[in-house]
Nanobody, 119 residues
Framework: QVQLVESGGGLVQPGGSLRLSCAAS????????MDWYRQAPGKERELVAG???????KYADSVKGRFTISRDNAKNTVYLQMNSLKPEDTAVYLC?????????????WGQGTQVRVSS
């Protein structure tokens, strides 16, 4: 059973920082791309940042220069360092991993972690 488990969310003041983690566990051969999404109440889920197996990254325009995605392949974990947080960053943050199991690739979602930016 493959699982993605996020952690690191919480309440932070505007301008503050948080680091989210997403750890993959279970039986799989390798992790391909891993992405962070977020979903705010009443809004569609949006891609925040992504990282490939080779380390290439991409970011939503709204977070460029403030958020940094990274991965530790030895720990099967991806991180999202979020700096200069704004109230509009408030959302549930979810990670999505594309994992190789056998000869096929499968997409998995974590359960999400709440981030709230408020004074």
């Amino acid at each position: 059973q493959v699982q993605l488990v996020e952690s690191g969310g919480g309440l932070v003041q505007p301008g503050g920082s948080l680091r989210l983690s997403c750890a993959a566990s279970g039986s799989f051969f390798s992790i391909n791309a891993m992405d962070w999404y977020r979903q705010a109440p009443g809004k569609e889920r949006e891609l925040v940042a992504g990282i490939t197996s080779g380390g290439s990254t991409k970011y939503a325009d709204s977070v460029k220069g403030r958020f940094t995605i990274s991965r530790d392949n030895a720990k099967n974990t991806v991180y999202l360092q979020m700096n200069s947080l704004k109230p509009e960053d408030t959302a549930v943050y979810l990670c999505n991993g594309n994992l190789r199991i056998g000869r096929l690739d499968y997409s998995y979602w974590g359960q999400g972690t709440q981030v709230r930016v408020s004074s």
